[in-house]
């Protein structure tokens, strides 16, 4: 039967990990790969932002899902490229997993808020819903994991 970690030793288990170089690589390839998909997204937001004259509902919906799927999508991407080069060179790869479990979820709480901001009218209790939402969801799925 395992016992359960207090916060405070599993935060001081985490401090201590740093001291090992391939714990450093994961949080290196990690923030690296989130850098690069924040700055294609806004790339793509920017881009978008300029053919967003000439179209109608539907190309308006598929811009807004896109747009609101690039960043955690890419990142997912790029982290799971980053755990496979890992894994070749035989670091560790634990956090690659439980960021790829994070970036999946904010995928669908974005596409869960975009939907509802589609069938719903835009409404104050909306954007207080999708803050409340999404911080739940991020809250128990990293507790989960």
Do not use: Y
């Not at 690659?96 to 901001?117: C, D, E, N, P, S």
């Amino acid at each position: 039967m395992s016992q359960r970690k207090s916060p405070v030793e599993l935060v001081s288990e985490f401090v201590d990990s740093l001291a090992e170089p391939g714990v450093v690589f994961e949080l290196l390839i990690i923030a690296l790969a989130i850098a690069v998909a924040l700055m294609l997204s806004r790339h793509v937001r920017k881009r978008r932002l300029a053919d967003a004259r000439a179209a109608g509902r539907v190309a308006e919906l598929g811009r807004g899902s896109v747009r609101r799927l690039t960043f955690p999508l890419t990142a997912m991407l790029l982290v799971l490229l980053g755990r496979g080069i890992a894994h070749l060179a035989e670091l560790p790869t634990q956090l690659f997993g439980v960021t790829i479990a994070l970036l999946g979820a904010m995928a669908l709480i974005r596409m869960t808020v975009f939907a509802l901001r589609t069938v719903f009218a835009p409404s104050g209790w909306l954007a207080g819903f999708e803050r409340g939402f999404a911080a739940l969801v991020w809250a128990l799925f990293a507790l989960h994991v």
